[in-house]
Nanobody, 123 residues
Framework: VQLQASGGGLVQPGGSLRLSCASS????????IAWFRQAPGKEREGVAC????????YYADSVKGRFTISRDNAIATVYLQMNSLKPEDTAVYYC?????????????????WGQGTLVTVSS
């Protein structure tokens, strides 16, 4: 299983970025892909999750209304659209996958992880 995260960068407060997570190396139909982030000096936290079969989505309270997770099953890619970015959104963002038909933002439930992409929100 491989996950490739991309799309990070430097953006001003109030700006937007879209992260991509391209997945490969598996044929399971039921899975969930989530985005996590880890800010300097803080623990990694779940941000958003989507499930492949049911299309369910889950968000951390801190990003609800600002971030949107979506997926393109045809190309096995999950996106994280981040709007109204704040300095506190600065972190390394990781995507991760778990096999099964339910989603969660619990880090320990995820089996495979991508390499991370840095998002910096600063003026």
């Amino acid at each position: 299983v491989q996950l490739q995260a991309s799309g990070g960068g430097l953006v001003q407060p109030g700006g937007s970025l879209r992260l991509s997570c391209a997945s490969s190396g598996f044929t399971v139909d039921d899975y969930a892909i989530a985005w996590f982030r880890q800010a300097p000096g803080k623990e990694r936290e779940g941000v958003a999750c989507t499930t492949s079969s049911r299309g369910s989505t889950y968000y951390a309270d801190s990003v609800k209304g600002r971030f949107t997770i979506s997926r393109d099953n045809a190309i096995a890619t999950v996106y994280l659209q981040m709007n109204s970015l704040k300095p506190e959104d600065t972190a390394v963002y990781y995507c991760a996958i778990r096999f099964g038909n339910w989603g969660t933002l619990l880090e320990s439930e995820y089996d495979h992880w991508g390499q991370g992409t840095l998002v910096t929100v600063s003026s």
